[in-house]
């Protein structure tokens, strides 16, 4: 691709920029809400935001940062300036490593190899090759609805964006990168499970004998304020949802997860084709399904504390050779932010959100069925040797 040099100095794009934005003055509420007290995950957001903005004012670094954006829509920020011989772009790559990192620490997640990080480019016009000046922003906390987001002019300026409606600039965001850390999340929950004593596995999409499949799936709501908002391009606020599958194992209980990587949007039908019980592991004739929506916090190792909370909730009950219910206690562990997080409570602790459940399925549990709070429909199928 060619290297192209962005003109920045257009009046005529300053002036409309400047006037679709709304200033943060000293005492707005904008500008208080910087003063309150953030979570470990946002701040480092929020910080390498304007890392990157700072980094871009750099021609070269600059230059490398955009090309890769209008090319790919989504860059790695610790890899984006790997090629730009830029002394500011290098500087930015051993702080985003840094704080890659220390995410994965934070999170548990220390045996991950791909980044927690990601940078958006959320430009639905194209604004961005024709030279208009991009914004920088912290992409907004999971489960918010936000209606507005701070972000930074190219110049430091802090504005307030309007979500509502796509301002004439381009938005360049500083985000978690889930794809790489739900699947990461999910052996998380799987371990803990195993460490207190209830047997798990990760359920990968291979068809055993006698397994219920998941052919096709709906949602009505994914628990995801900006799913499928024009300022979340790509997998940005794309929903993380799961199913535990929970059951009895000879005396020992049992919780599989089953990531479903692919359902991302409310009022959208999937075909995951994926393998959401495998009968052989469970003893029990029964078992329960739960559904859940994966969300990032300020709680250190979030994810693994899944498995824990449910863990905790269903040995005692999923210890005997017959069905006993158990989504019931399983979801109100995995929505009790004590059990989530051993600091003390703040807003920023972000349990995991419930989806829908299914009580008591059975190897007849096939073709179109709903879940009990009616916002999953699905199509299963018995797969048999």
Same mark, same amino acid.
Not at 300 to 312: E, F, L
């Given at each position: 691709m060619s290297k192209r040099r962005l003109n920045w100095s257009a009046a005529a794009v300053a002036g409309a920029l400047l006037a679709s934005l709304i200033p943060l003055a000293a005492g707005s509420s904008a500008a208080a809400a910087?003063?309150?007290?953030?979570?470990?995950?946002?701040?480092?957001k929020t910080d390498l935001a304007r890392q990157l903005r700072l980094t871009a004012t750099d021609?070269? !670094?600059?230059?490398a940062l955009f090309d890769a954006l209008i090319r790919d829509g989504v860059v790695d920020p610790a890899t984006v300036f790997a090629k730009s011989d830029s002394a500011a772009g290098a500087g930015f790559t051993r702080l985003a490593a840094a704080a890659d990192a220390g995410l994965k620490e934070f999170l548990g997640l220390t045996k991950m190899t791909d980044s927690t990080l990601a940078v958006y480019l959320a430009d639905q016009d194209g604004q961005l !090759? +024709?030279?208009?000046?991009p914004l920088f922003a912290a992409a907004p906390e999971e489960d918010v609805e936000a209606s507005t987001l701070t972000a930074e002019t190219m110049d430091g300026k802090q504005v307030a964006v309007d979500l509502t409606t796509e301002p004439p600039a381009p938005l360049i965001m500083v985000s978690l990168n889930m794809e790489n850390i739900t699947p990461q999340a999910m052996y998380a929950v799987s371990a803990a499970l195993n460490a207190a004593g209830v047997l798990s596995d990760v359920l990968v999409p291979v068809d055993p004998p006698k397994a219920t499949r998941?052919?096709?799936?709906?949602? =009505?709501d994914?628990?995801?304020?900006g799913a499928g +908002?024009?300022?979340?391009?790509?997998?940005?606020c794309d929903a993380e949802v799961f199913v535990i599958a929970m059951g009895g194992s000879n005396g020992q209980p049992r919780a599989d997860v089953v990531p479903l990587y692919e359902v991302n949007v409310p009022n959208k039908t999937y075909y995951p084709f994926k393998t959401i019980v495998n009968w052989e592991r469970f003893s029990w004739s029964k078992i329960d399904l739960l559904i859940m929506e994966k969300d990032a916090t300020g709680c250190q190792a979030p994810y693994s504390k899944y498995g824990t909370a449910v863990a905790g909730a269903i040995t005692s009950l999923a210890g005997g050779p017959t069905y006993v219910p158990l989504n019931t206690a399983a979801?109100? !562990?995995l929505k009790d +932010?004590? =059990?989530?997080?051993?600091?003390?409570?703040?807003?920023?602790v972000n349990p995991p959100d419930y989806i829908d459940h299914f009580d008591g399925v059975t190897q007849g549990f096939v073709n179109d069925r709903v879940g009990a709070s009616g916002n999953a429909s699905v199509f299963t199928t018995l797969v048999t040797l």
């Amino acid at each position: 691709m060619s290297k192209r040099r962005l003109n920045w100095s257009a009046a005529a794009v300053a002036g409309a920029l400047l006037a679709s934005l709304i200033p943060l003055a000293a005492g707005s509420s904008a500008a208080a809400a910087d003063e309150t007290e953030v979570g470990p995950i946002e701040q480092t957001k929020t910080d390498l935001a304007r890392q990157l903005r700072l980094t871009a004012t750099d021609r070269v !670094a600059g230059q490398a940062l955009f090309d890769a954006l209008i090319r790919d829509g989504v860059v790695d920020p610790a890899t984006v300036f790997a090629k730009s011989d830029s002394a500011a772009g290098a500087g930015f790559t051993r702080l985003a490593a840094a704080a890659d990192a220390g995410l994965k620490e934070f999170l548990g997640l220390t045996k991950m190899t791909d980044s927690t990080l990601a940078v958006y480019l959320a430009d639905q016009d194209g604004q961005l !090759a +024709k030279g208009v000046p991009p914004l920088f922003a912290a992409a907004p906390e999971e489960d918010v609805e936000a209606s507005t987001l701070t972000a930074e002019t190219m110049d430091g300026k802090q504005v307030a964006v309007d979500l509502t409606t796509e301002p004439p600039a381009p938005l360049i965001m500083v985000s978690l990168n889930m794809e790489n850390i739900t699947p990461q999340a999910m052996y998380a929950v799987s371990a803990a499970l195993n460490a207190a004593g209830v047997l798990s596995d990760v359920l990968v999409p291979v068809d055993p004998p006698k397994a219920t499949r998941l052919d096709r799936i709906r949602l =009505k709501d994914v628990e995801e304020p900006g799913a499928g +908002k024009w300022w979340c391009p790509g997998s940005l606020c794309d929903a993380e949802v799961f199913v535990i599958a929970m059951g009895g194992s000879n005396g020992q209980p049992r919780a599989d997860v089953v990531p479903l990587y692919e359902v991302n949007v409310p009022n959208k039908t999937y075909y995951p084709f994926k393998t959401i019980v495998n009968w052989e592991r469970f003893s029990w004739s029964k078992i329960d399904l739960l559904i859940m929506e994966k969300d990032a916090t300020g709680c250190q190792a979030p994810y693994s504390k899944y498995g824990t909370a449910v863990a905790g909730a269903i040995t005692s009950l999923a210890g005997g050779p017959t069905y006993v219910p158990l989504n019931t206690a399983a979801r109100n !562990a995995l929505k009790d +932010k004590t =059990k989530i997080c051993s600091w003390p409570l703040s807003y920023t602790v972000n349990p995991p959100d419930y989806i829908d459940h299914f009580d008591g399925v059975t190897q007849g549990f096939v073709n179109d069925r709903v879940g009990a709070s009616g916002n999953a429909s699905v199509f299963t199928t018995l797969v048999t040797l």
